[in-house]
């Protein structure tokens, strides 16, 4: 049923996961993250613990890139970032996790 499958995600009800962080797609360093979603606003946390707040970003201003034939990668990026280059690559464990953030990215109001 495609009305159900449109439904927005429920601001109240956080999303979270552990991403793998990299500046450039040639980058062999990456950090991993606990990204979440929640009440519309896209969080980014680092540290051992995930203790460390890098990044807060209402959904609003956020963009969503994918690249052929990188399944387990998103690109996000900000609409207020005066550089148009600036972007996070973001790797999930698999598609299947990849997959979850866009069906929270796309549902969200905002």
């Not at 159900?4 to 991403?19: K, M, T």
């Not at 460390?52 to 959904?59: A, R």
């Not at 956020?62 to 034939?69: A, E, W, Y």
């Not at 998103?74 to 550089?83: E, V």
Request: contains cysteine; glycine residues 6%; aromatic residues 6%.
């Amino acid at each position: 049923d495609e009305g159900r499958l449109a439904r927005p995600w429920p601001p109240h009800q956080e999303v979270r996961g552990v991403v793998s962080l990299s500046v450039k797609l040639s980058s062999a360093s990456s950090r991993d993250a606990l990204i979440s979603v929640h009440y519309n606003v896209l969080t980014v946390h680092i540290g051992s613990d995930f203790d460390h707040l890098v990044s807060s970003i209402p959904l609003e201003h956020l963009v969503v890139t994918l690249l052929p034939g990188q399944f387990e990668m998103l690109i996000l990026s900000c609409t207020t970032d005066r550089d148009a280059d600036a972007g996070i690559i973001c790797r999930c464990k698999d598609q299947t996790a990849r997959n979850k953030w866009l069906y929270v990215f796309r549902r969200v109001d905002g």
